[in-house]
């Protein structure tokens, strides 16, 4: 009935559906983990992964997460070094700092 369609459909165009069906679908379950216990960013980081493999977006936006959470955990790392002005492997001097 409608030829024109069949040319859609083609091993490309079902593995986008397929690969977009099942990222969003981890996505929104690491969505739902971060209310409930469980690792919900780490799930979202694998369904971007998982998206990044077919869409450029979602290989943008899964390089920006993590450049995020690489300042996260520099600043994280700077306020406990700041905190104590020492590195964390090293022991308290005996006036208690």
């Known amino acids: 009935m409608f030829p024109w369609r069949l040319e859609l459909i083609t091993y490309a165009n079902a593995r986008k559906l397929v690969v977009l069906i099942i990222g969003a679908t981890i996505i929104l379950f690491g969505l739902a983990l971060l209310v409930l216990p469980g690792p919900g960013t780490v799930v979202i980081v694998l ?51």
Do not use: C, M, Y
């Not at 493999?53 to 790392?77: M, P, S």
């Open 47 to 97: 369904g971007l992964a998982l998206l990044g493999t077919e869409f450029v977006w979602a290989r943008h936006l899964l390089k920006r997460v993590k450049e995020e959470g690489n300042n996260a955990a520099r600043g994280l790392w700077s306020f406990i070094r700041g905190s104590r002005g020492k590195r964390p492997d090293q022991p308290p001097t005996r006036d208690g700092d």
